[in-house]
T-cell receptor
Framework: DVKVTQSSRYLVKRTGEKVFLECVQD?????MFWYRQDPGLGLRLIYF???????EKGDIPEGYSVSREKKERFSLILESASTNQTSMYLC??????????????FGPGTRLTVL | DQQVKQNSPSLSVQEGRISILNCDYT??????FLWYKKYPAEGPTFLIS?????DKNEDGRFTVFLNKSAKHLSLHIVPSQPGDSAVYFC??????????????FGAGTRLAVHP
């Protein structure tokens, strides 16, 4: 059974703090993704990675960075958290290469509140 | 600039009736479309997909229709059940993604199936 896990379900941080969100997948997938979900906006891609140590900016990368040191782990970093980064953060993974079947498997999400 | 639009934020349907969720897209390079279902406090889960070479795909109670000329797809659920109550996201992929399987999501439609 495929599994994507996220380190925290709920997180409360203060403005200016550095925040780490961790994601681990056990499916040996090449691609990993970080999204945020906000009401009325759906899921928006922050960053993605198609291989270890490789990363690409998504649609809303400002204020975020990522790290992928191992294939199974993809971390999202908020260098200096701000209130407008309060959101639900979702990690996903998918097979890479030339696959045409683009299903992404999602973790349960982390609800981050920045005070 | 939303490339994938779900113009109905919510839909209410009686149990046993048909639910029709709609999705429009603007990018003619999209060649693969997916529907995801999301319950509260859980990550989205894949429901059904369709390639642009088809105009219909069925899986049990779920059918997705694609009208490429209108850049429109719809998800039909027949018969609707209370357990179908969730947020449904339409997503599109292809062309621009460079093989990285990027998905562009719509804003979601909240379906409520009542007895």
């Amino acid at each position: 059974d495929v599994k994507v896990t996220q380190s925290s379900r709920y997180l409360v941080k203060r403005t200016g703090e550095k925040v780490f969100l961790e994601c681990v997948q056990d499916m040996d997938h090449e691609n990993m993704f970080w999204y945020r979900q906000d009401p009325g906006l759906g899921l928006r891609l922050i960053y993605f990675s198609y291989d270890v140590k490789m990363k690409e900016k998504g649609d809303i990368p400002e204020g975020y960075s990522v790290s992928r040191e191992k294939k199974e782990r993809f971390s999202l970093i908020l260098e200096s958290a701000s209130t407008n980064q309060t959101s639900m953060y979702l990690c996903a993974s998918s097979l890479g290469g030339g696959y045409s079947y683009n299903e992404q498997f999602f973790g349960p999400g982390t609800r981050l509140t920045v005070l | 600039d939303q490339q994938v639009k779900q113009n109905s934020p919510s839909l209410s349907v009686q149990e046993g009736r048909i639910s029709i969720l709609n999705c429009d897209y603007t990018n003619s390079m999209f060649d693969y479309f997916l529907w995801y279902k999301k319950y509260p406090a859980e990550g989205p889960t894949f429901l059904i997909s369709i390639s642009s070479i088809k105009d219909k795909n069925e899986d049990g109670r779920f059918t997705v229709f694609l009208n490429k000329s209108a850049k429109h797809l719809s998800l039909h659920i027949v018969p609707s059940q209370p357990g179908d109550s969730a947020v449904y996201f339409c997503a599109a992929s292809g062309g621009f993604s460079g093989g990285y399987n990027k998905l562009i999501f719509g804003a979601g439609t909240r379906l409520a199936v009542h007895p």
